[in-house]
Every structure is written in structure tokens, then in C-alpha cells.
């Protein structure tokens, strides 16, 4: 919205600064840091009087039975965040910017949806068959839309470390795409289990989304690492930015002892909106390696209830893989910062994709 300011620059030269993409993306993050600062204790004590307290499952260490209580949806302190930051500081006149707004109230929808029963009392919340057939229907639309305004690379599947693409997928791409939406939603939705993991491991993401989109927004630079150019790919930077700075203020509540927990709300919402980025930057393959440890918690799930199927034996502790760890004996705070630390090397690995190749 204020990028109309730049309309103003023939009398007054400053607006002239609202045409840049950086200061658009840096002060997106700002305002929705400055957002969630100020309103975070305001949501916290909103949610506290709601009584959304989390209840202890008999899916979780006994350690964590003294979290009980702990207030959760606070995803919509980072839904706020990211949906007003996007607003002031992205161009509006972009698809980009309605298909990402899409998917953060898209899935925070039904996470909320999913909370809110869990607090009514309906304790497993949704059922798993309406809270999938409510992200494939999201993920759908916004795939349908990318396909339809598509380019010469929207169909196109890259591999990390090769300069062009392996395979056409043509119409498949539409159902591909949309597991991929689905799948990474999930993903950060069983990430989500200790205070301050899953937050921070988006953080790390969005701001290797952030580097891409930037990158591959600007033909000089996408021309010279030889990746797809993504018309309006800026706009994606901006809004990454803002998913940075919304993630940063919320893990100010959220690290150990949070004061405060996202929930379905803001984790599924989180999930989708990276899975979204990644389909418009065409980097569908390459976010596998940046969120490296949210597909190792959703592979460590799978590997325990297929071995439990098929053998009747357990290959962790309990799963996902940070309770794991947990029962190995690490201490909550040790799980978290070591598994941060495995998440800033995939960042890092998968940024190298742009020269290794």
C-alpha cells in the first residue's frame, strides 16, 4: 500500500525511496517486530482470560506435564503481524502478494479452526480429515492460480546443483505442488512441540527465502547464478521479511519458558505460507534442504508408525524426533538450540546450491 507513495516523488523526492525493494523488506520486518512487541502481552492475557491453556496428552514426556496451562493460538499474534506488515509494504498490484495473504489466512483459518475446538473441549480438535481436506482445498487455489498465470518455468521441476530443470511435469505439477503445500504445513505443525524450536527453525528458513526471492527477482543476478528469473520475485522478499520479523517478536514470548504457544493457528499457517514461496520461486526441491529438520521430524513420525505397523516395535524414544531426544536424556533447551544449530546448516547448504552447480 504505501508503495502508492512513490506516485508522489515528481513533488517530493523522498517517496522516491518507496520503490526500493530493501527498504520496503527491511521496514516490513520492522513493523511486524514493532507489531508483535506491542500487542504480544495484550494477545497473551487475551488468550489467559480465554482460557486456551494447553492440556497435557499422553503423547508427550512427563516433563512436560508442568507446561500445562500454557496459553496456545498464539499463532494469531504472528498472522497479525505478517497480514498488517503486508499490507503497508507490499505492492498491491502484485499476484504475489494476494496469493501469499491467501495462504497465511488460508491456513491459520484452520488451525484456528482446530484450537479453538481443542479449548471448547473437543480434545483432538478437527478431525485429520477435514483439517487435510481444508489445506488441499488452500493449497489448491493457490496452485490453480499459479498455474494459470504461468510462465515458461511454473511447470518445470529443479533439482539443487543443476542449472536447469529435469522435468516438465506439465498438469501433474498442480498435484505435486499441492502435496508439497500440504506436506510442508505439517511439517512445521510437528516441529512444533518445544518452546522456541519451530519458530526459530522459520526464522532461518524465511531468511534464506528471503536471499532467494531477492536474487531471483532481479534478471542481472538470476541471469549470473543461472537460476528462473521470477517476475515480481522482490515482492516475495518483502513478504518473507515480514515473516522474519513477526517470527523474531513471537519468539520473544515463545522461547524457554514460553509464555505463550502458536498452535495449529500459527504453526500450519507458517508451514503453508513456506510452502507457497517455495512454488513461486520454483525452488519446490531446494526447500527440502533449507527446512532439513522439519523433514527429519515428519520422516522420524513416519519411520515410528510404519515400524510400529509392520513389526510392533518402536525405532525412537517416541517421535517426532525432538521427544526423542528428550527421553535420551538432553534437556529441552540443549534439544533446541541443537537442532537450531542443524537448521543453520541446511540454510547455509542450501543457499550454496546458488554457486554449486
Known amino acids: 500500500m504505501l508503495k502508492f507513495l512513490f506516485s508522489l516523488r515528481p513533488y517530493v523526492s523522498f517517496f522516491n525511496i518507496f520503490q526500493y525493494i530493501t527498504f520496503r523488506a527491511a521496514y516490513a520486518a520492522i513493523t511486524a517486530l514493532l507489531i ?43 498472522i497479525l503481524s505478517v497480514g498488517v506488515s503486508l499490507v503497508l509494504w507490499q505492492d498491491p498490484t502484485s499476484i504475489h502478494t494476494w496469493l501469499l495473504l491467501f495462504a ?66 506439465s498438469w501433474l505439477y498442480i498435484p505435486f505442488a499441492v502435496v508439497l503445500m500440504v506436506g510442508y504445513s505439517n511439517a512445521v505443525n510437528l516441529t512444533d512441540g518445544l518452546d522456541g524450536l519451530a519458530i526459530g527453525l522459520v526464522i532461518m528458513v524465511a531468511l534464506a527465502l528471503t536471499v532467494l526471492a531477492y536474487l531471483s527477482g532481479r534478471v542481472d543476478f538470476a541471469d549470473y547464478l543461472q537460476i528462473p528469473f521470477i517476475k515480481g520475485g522482490g515482492e516475495v522478499a518483502v513478504f518473507c521479511l515480514a515473516v ?9 514470548f515463545n522461547a524457554h519458558p514460553a509464555d505463550v504457544w502458536m498452535g495449529d493457528t500459527g504453526s500450519l499457517s507458517l508451514g503453508g505460507i513456506l ?30 508408525v510404519v515400524s510400529f505397523k509392520l513389526t510392533g516395535k518402536r525405532v525412537f524414544r517416541m517421535a517426532p524426533l525432538h521427544h526423542h531426544f528428550e527421553l535420551s536424556g538432553w ?25 554449486i552447480q
Open 36 to 78: 508483535s512487541f506491542l500487542f504480544g502481552p495484550w494477545v497473551i492475557a487475551r488468550l489467559r482470560a480465554l482460557k486456551t491453556g494447553w492440556t497435557a496428552r499422553e503423547d508427550t514426556p512427563t516433563s512436560h506435564q508442568a507446561k500445562a496451562g500454557t496459553p496456545t493460538m498464539g499463532g494469531v499474534l504472528i
Open 104 to 169: 497465511t489466512l488460508g491456513f491459520g483459518a484452520i488451525g484456528f479452526a482446530d484450537d479453538f475446538l481443542k479449548m471448547s473441549g473437543r480434545k483432538k480438535g478437527i478431525s485429520a480429515g477435514v483439517k487435510f481436506g481444508g489445506q488441499i482445498l488452500v493449497s489448491t487455489a493457490i496452485v490453480t492460480v499459479l498455474y494459470v498465470q504461468r510462465s515458461d518455468t511454473t511447470t518445470l521441476l529443479y533439482l539443487p546443483f543443476l542449472k536447469h530443470a529435469v522435468v516438465d511435469l
Open 244 to 252: 522474519v520479523g513477526a517470527a523474531v517478536g513471537f519468539l520473544w
Open 275 to 304: 510452502g507457497a514461496v517455495a512454488l513461486i520461486l520454483k525452488k519446490e526441491i531446494l526447500i527440502l534442504i533449507l527446512g532439513g529438520v522439519f523433514v527429519l521430524e515428519t520422516l522420524s513420525v513416519t519411520i515410528q
Open 331 to 355: 534437556q529441552e533447551s540443549k534439544v533446541v538450540t541443537r537442532l537450531w544449530i542443524l537448521g543453520g546448516l541446511f540454510a547455509i547448504l542450501g543457499l550454496s546450491t546458488l554457486k
